[in-house]
């Protein structure tokens, strides 16, 4: 009898299934004090398992943090950690908001199986957590003479830094915003919600103010490309009084257009005139032919009945001799 050995038995239960029934991003990065969502993809088997979310590198060591079977109804926005399940989509996601350094590791979307044979299905991501800034769109564009706004993002490092918005290559044009975190002239305007984003809309746009510029909090900085189009112009049409029409004269054509119009009628002409000609020698060419055929046919006719009449007559065959003429076509006989 086959024999196994004793720890089979043990690690059974932690042998991962041979297809991957759940899928995710395998890393994501998210700068400090915003949210991030997960998306976790299962096959359609699992629609009514429970599924959870859990901090670890390793399904035995993995401490779940939130489950979909959870029956403590919390604002998702307010919760640290929030699932959501969709069986019609065959997914669920997780929501971790408010992301410190502390949180950054490896994660796992798991399944429930509820089977002490068979391990839970699970797919591993690692969330990184970092400090700096980053832009919602890194190229605007906007009309002339309209406003177009950047949203500036920061880690919460930088919640209590000066904020400024600098044209590249010229950092004498920097704009700071003041102790509450705002600043406003004609042309710009900075709104910090110290919270990890602030605002510069630019206003009354003109063609100068295409360029490169900078979103800065402390020492981090990121650019952005503004793009101005031009205003469309518009058309004023003037009603002028009406005035007596003059008749048209038409312009006299330049002497090439006449010389070249006259002189491709009569090559049109003379081309009309070599194609009948040919037409014509091709026809009587070819009803030469046709009669020369006939004739030749009616000759070796004549010469067929008349071979077939001194067959009839086999006695006086060595005194007759049959002559084909090759130029006429005649038959003689002698």
């Known amino acids: ?21 759940v899928t995710t991003v395998e890393e994501f990065a998210v700068l400090e004090g915003r949210s991030i969502t997960i998306p976790c993809h299962y096959e359609p088997k699992y629609a009514s398992y429970v599924k959870y979310w859990c901090r670890g590198s390793m399904r035995e ?54 089977n002490g044979w068979k391990a ?34 920061y880690s919460e490092k930088f919640r209590e830094s000066e904020k400024k918005w600098c ?24 709104r910090d919600d110290r919270t990890g984003a ?12 295409a360029g490169w510029y900078w979103c800065c909090a402390g020492q981090q900085l990121i650019p952005v490309q503004v793009l101005v189009k031009p205003q469309p112009t518009t058309t004023v049409s003037v009603t002028s009084p009406s005035t007596p029409t003059e008749p048209t004269v038409k312009p006299a054509k330049h002497i090439s257009e006449t010389f ?20 014509s020698l091709s026809l009587t060419i070819f009803i030469r032919k046709l009669w020369k055929l006939q004739k030749q046919n009616s000759a070796l006719r ?29 038959a003689h006989v002698h």
Not at 167 to 190: F, H, M
Not at 302 to 327: C, S, V, W
């Open 1 to 21: 009898m086959l024999q196994f050995p004793k720890f089979t038995f043990i690690l059974l239960p932690w042998i991962p299934a041979f297809l991957c029934g």
């Open 61 to 114: 060591f993995c401490t779940s943090l939130v489950r979909s079977d959870d029956t403590h109804s919390t604002n998702p926005s307010e919760a640290k950690v929030s699932i959501f399940d969709d069986p019609v989509q065959q997914m669920f996601t997780v929501v971790m908001n408010d992301l410190k350094e502390g949180d950054a590791g490896w994660y796992m979307c798991g399944v429930e199986i509820g």
């Open 120 to 153: 839970d299905d699970g797919a591993y991501t690692k969330v990184k957590v970092i400090h700096g800034m980053s832009v919602v769109n890194s190229e605007v564009v906007g009309e002339e003479g309209s406003s177009v706004t950047v949203e500036c993002l």
């Open 167 to 190: 044209r590249s290559g010229d950092w004498s044009s920097c704009l700071l915003t003041g102790s509450e975190g705002n600043y406003e002239d004609t042309s710009v305007a900075i």
């Open 198 to 209: 602030f605002t510069v809309t630019m206003k009354n746009l003109q063609l100068r103010d």
């Open 260 to 279: 070249c119009s006259r002189h491709r009628n009569m090559l049109e002409s003379i081309v009309g005139y070599a194609a009948l000609l040919l037409l």
């Open 302 to 330: 004549q010469a067929r009945e008349l071979k077939a009449e001194l067959t009839e007559y086999p006695g006086d065959q060595h005194n007759t001799i049959i002559f084909l003429n090759k130029d006429s076509l005649d």
